[in-house]
């Protein structure tokens, strides 16, 4: 059984950072692309940052040069750094693995999700 824990999220004040981290069991992911997507309230779940296999990554427009994803396929788990944060960034994030070893910006090309953790930015 593939299980996502997402870890790290907590209330900043803006201008602040957090480190989310994402822990796999049951699947090595170093095969695969993963993925971290957001939900805020009343919008939809977007993709915010994906890193293939091959360690080649992509971000939302509005999070370049402030976010970076990582990946230690040593541990299993893929890191999202947030730094200078807004309060735009409030949201539920969820890391998730690909079905393949690219990441995709549709959610539905992603085979298991985590539980999701909060951040909250204030302003």
């Known amino acids: 059984q593939v299980q996502l824990v997402e870890s790290g999220g907590g209330l900043v004040q803006a201008g602040g950072s957090l480190r989310l981290s994402c822990a796999a069991s049951?699947?090595?992911?170093?095969?695969?692309?993963m993925g971290w997507f957001r939900q805020a309230p009343g919008e939809e779940r977007e993709f915010v940052a994906g890193?293939?296999?091959?360690?080649?990554?992509r971000y939302l427009d509005s999070v370049k040069g402030r976010f970076t994803i990582s990946r230690d396929n040593a541990k299993n788990t893929v890191y999202l750094q947030m730094n200078n944060l807004k309060s735009e960034d409030t949201a539920i994030y969820y890391c998730?693995?690909?079905?393949?070893?690219?990441?995709?910006?549709?959610?539905?090309?992603?085979?298991?999700w985590g539980q999701g953790t909060q951040v909250t930015v204030s302003s």
């Open positions: 998730a693995i690909s079905r393949t070893s690219d990441f995709y910006t549709a959610g539905d090309q992603y085979a298991y």
């Open positions: 049951g699947r090595t992911i170093s095969s695969y692309g």
């Open positions: 890193i293939r296999r091959s360690a080649i990554t």
